[in-house]
Each structure stands twice: as C-alpha cells, then as structure tokens.
C-alpha cells in the first residue's frame, strides 16, 4: 500500500497562477519529499522537508509540513507552461530505510 | 557525469523469460533502489541497497532479485517474466539514504 496520497490527482490551471497539491500520509516520518516527473521521463527531486521543520521555500516552490495532520503541501506560485508534469510526495519513513511514494498530481498550466 | 544510467530503455519478453535490467550510476552513492511505475499510479519500492554487499526487499519484491557486488552498479533481475510484471522500471540513487533520490530515465517493459 501507498504512505502518501496526494490531492487533488490532476490540476488545470492558466499560466501566471498559484497552483497547490497536497500529501497525506500515514506513519511516522524522518522527511518528506517532493518530486517531478515529466512525461515519459524519470523523476528529479525538488525539495525535502524535515519531520522537526514546518516550512521550506525553494525559488517558487514553497512546502508545508503539518505532523500532527499528517500532510504535505506543495505550492507552486506564478506557474509557467514548462512546469506542466506529475508531482509526487514521498515519504522516509522513521521505521527504515524505504521511500514511498503517492499516486501523484497531474498538473496542467496552460500557456 | 552520466548520473543515473538504465539500460535497456525498451524491452519486450515473452512469459517465462528472464532478464537483467542495468543499472549504473557514477556519483558514488551508497543507496540504490529499484521502483515500478504503473500507469496512473506512483513508484513502488522492488528492492534496495544501503551499500555494496547490502540488499533487503521493498513494498513489491516477488518475481525479482537483486545483487550490489559493487558501489557503481545494482542490477535488477527478472526470473520468469509475467505480464503482470508488465511496466515502467526506474532505478534510483542517493548519497546516504533514500532522501534526494537520482532517478534514471526509465526502462519500459513489456511481457506478452
């Protein structure tokens, strides 16, 4: 089974928009990450957030972290065209050594 | 710096075959992991390794076998290749754990 699940499963929105997707997850957490996948491509890292850290920012790219709700949020802000692609939460968990992964956001910014 | 390097990038097996998938990367990264990707859904974790000589199963490991006799390399084998094996494979690398993960650019398999 999946430890995170991300909402909403696609996105539609017009160039210059904000455009947010969330994770939820369902054990305890070492970090959380945040991937790319463009189609057809391999995944590229964007960002990780500590279990200890509420909030992190990366250029446009702003991630919360709530413990206590067990969720994830990915905010993408002035998006442009080129960020059209999935996005994925991962999960290390505090158990191991594993990553797992959601199901995904397909998101969509239309030019 | 090739990174995270996979090959075959495409393959077809019928039932019952066997194959390696390769996987190599040159970043001197102590993690490695296998993931599948079906469509619509995200990766799920076959196998991984915490350093050459290490390898313990994932969420998905029936069907498939690993080894990492050294650092740069970590194959993935199938032992008898069923459709429902039938999938985007990526394989992936990290420094110390499975945080920042290199992925490779995927392997596209088919079983008939």
């Known amino acids: 089974s999946q430890q995170g699940e991300e909402d909403p499963q696609a996105l539609s929105i017009q160039e210059g928009e904000n455009a947010t997707m969330n994770c939820s997850y369902k054990?305890?957490?070492?970090?959380l990450q945040w991937y790319r996948q463009n189609s057809g491509r391999g995944l590229v890292h964007l960002i990780l957030?500590?279990?200890?850290?509420r909030e992190k920012h990366s250029g446009r790219l702003r991630v919360t972290l709530d413990t206590s709700k067990k969720s994830s949020s990915l905010l993408i802000t002035a998006s442009r065209a080129a960020d059209t692609a999935s996005y994925f939460c991962?999960?290390?968990?505090?158990?191991?050594?594993?990553?797992?992964f959601g199901g995904g956001t397909r998101l969509m910014v239309k030019p | 710096n090739a990174g995270v390097t996979q090959t075959p990038k495409f393959q077809v097996l019928k039932t019952g075959q066997s194959m390696t998938l390769q996987c190599a990367q040159d970043m001197n990264h102590e993690y490695m992991s296998w993931y599948r990707q079906d469509p619509g859904m995200g990766l799920r974790l076959i196998h991984y390794?915490?350093?050459?000589?290490?390898?313990d199963q994932g969420e998905v490991p029936n069907g498939y076998n690993v080894s990492r006799s050294t650092t740069e390399d970590f194959p993935l084998r199938l032992l008898s290749a069923a459709p429902s094996q039938t999938s985007v494979y990526f394989c992936a690398s990290s420094y110390a754990g499975p945080s920042e993960a290199f992925f490779g650019q995927g392997t596209r398999l088919t079983v008939v």
């Open positions: 957030i500590r279990s200890n850290e």
């Open positions: 054990t305890s957490i070492n970090n």
């Open positions: 991962a999960t290390h968990n505090n158990a191991g050594n594993m990553l797992t």
């Open positions: 390794s915490v350093g050459a000589g290490i390898t």
